[in-house]
């Protein structure tokens, strides 16, 4: 673990967050990219959001494993890591959701935002315990789910870690298998975060030269880019309902996408951008536990407001988002740094990956 790797990781985790604002931008019947009414445009929709950027999930599950064992299993407390990730997880968690599911009820209560989010107001306790938990389901914040299933992957990472210590390869074909073919989730609600994870703590237990395909990086992004390009051609033109083979062909390119991204983090941060973007710190966590609440919210407004045209809203939407919340983030973080605290646990927006990487990881994007 370098500052070099520490810096490709910052910026994976703020492209492939900005790009999960896309996979969540709403719409309705009438609006959805498969019908096909706005041509080019509702293809870009399906590539951006049922395609190229559905591989967050396992990259950023990847990323979580990876730093978790970097130190390798001499260097692993599991007690400490159930404490340190109760504060950088769990809370931040419950704090995200649970204020939204408040401000949800109270808005349902006075007839704002019926039709848009689940109906709380008539949801029996098994149905709020779920929205504010997601003990079987999906939590009221949707994207959420991710550190709920981070958590699990956090509590079995001892298991984890010496299945693929010792069985490596039929550790990762195993969970590669659950995660592709169409069986039961079991306790997770994404499959392949388990598979991500597992391939994160492969890479680092077993010393893996994560800087050994570099050479290759721009023959793998384009590859990858190709086989989203491919998918999404096949998604658009069956969709929006999808064979069991389109499915687990999606769920094999969001799995190589783990590798795909890697190689393309080392091209764009060769780029200025790339490097203003790779010392974001704790912006991507803000991000990606605020852009829904957010994005619903614009949504409301906009179809409150009676304009015409989806296609504007859907390219002007994830930008406002992203805009409104890193300016939200500095401010919060500069004038109530206790806040910013709870709430991206403990993540400054400075300079620490080395420290604190370890805590900086759990995103993802759920089937719409």
């Known amino acids: 673990m370098n500052a070099g790797v520490s810096s490709r990781i910052?910026?994976?985790?703020?492209?492939?967050?900005?790009?999960?604002?896309f996979v969540h931008v709403p719409y309705d019947q009438a609006n959805s990219p498969f019908l096909g009414v706005n041509g080019l445009v509702d293809w870009l929709r399906v590539f951006l959001g049922d395609s190229l950027f559905r591989i967050g999930v396992p990259c950023l599950s990847a990323i979580s494993g990876y730093l978790l064992f970097r130190r390798g299993l001499d260097g692993f407390s599991y007690g400490k890591t159930l404490r340190t990730k109760a504060t950088t997880v769990l809370v931040p968690f419950l704090l995200w959701n649970l204020s939204f599911l408040a401000f949800v009820f109270l808005a349902q209560k006075v007839g704002v935002g019926l039709g848009y989010l689940p109906d709380v107001l008539h949801a029996t306790p098994r149905e709020m315990a779920t929205f504010a938990f997601a003990l079987e389901g999906w939590p009221i914040n949707l994207p959420l789910y991710f550190l709920r299933d981070l958590l699990l992957c956090l509590v079995l990472s001892p298991v984890l870690a010496v299945l693929v210590m010792r069985y490596p390869r039929a550790t990762l074909l195993l969970f590669f298998a659950y995660?592709?073919?169409?069986?039961?989730?079991?306790?997770?609600?994404?499959?392949?975060?388990?598979?991500?994870?597992?391939?994160?703590?492969?890479?680092?237990?077993?010393?893996?030269?994560?800087?050994?395909?570099?050479?290759y990086a721009s023959q793998i992004s384009a590859a990858v880019i190709a086989a989203a390009l491919?998918?999404?051609?096949?998604?658009?033109?069956?969709?929006?309902e999808f064979p069991v083979w389109l499915d687990m062909l999606r769920a094999v390119t969001a799995l190589s996408g783990i590798v795909g991204a890697w190689a393309l983090s080392d091209l764009l941060l060769r780029t200025r951008l790339g490097a203003r973007l790779s010392k974001g710190g704790g912006l991507s966590f803000w991000i990606f536990c605020a852009h829904y609440p957010l994005l619903?919210?614009?949504?409301?407004?906009?179809?409150?407001?009676?304009?015409?045209?989806y296609v504007a809203f859907y390219f002007a939407a994830p930008l406002l988002t992203i805009a409104i919340l890193v300016a939200t983030h500095a401010l919060v973080q500069k004038s109530l740094p206790g806040?910013?605290?709870?709430?991206?646990?403990?993540?400054s927006g400075g300079r620490k990956p080395l420290a604190n990487a370890a805590h900086d990881v759990r995103y993802s994007t759920p089937q719409r």
């Open 339 to 347: 806040l910013h605290a709870l709430l991206t646990g403990s993540r």
């Open 296 to 309: 619903i919210a614009l949504w409301m407004v906009w179809n409150r407001a009676g304009i015409d045209g």
């Open 10 to 21: 910052n910026l994976m985790r703020i492209v492939l967050i900005s790009g999960i604002v």
């Open 230 to 240: 491919l998918l999404s051609v096949a998604l658009f033109s069956i969709g929006p």
């Open 179 to 215: 995660a592709v073919l169409p069986v039961p989730n079991g306790i997770f609600l994404k499959k392949s975060i388990l598979f991500g994870f597992s391939t994160g703590i492969a890479v680092a237990l077993h010393r893996v030269d994560v800087g050994a395909i570099d050479r």
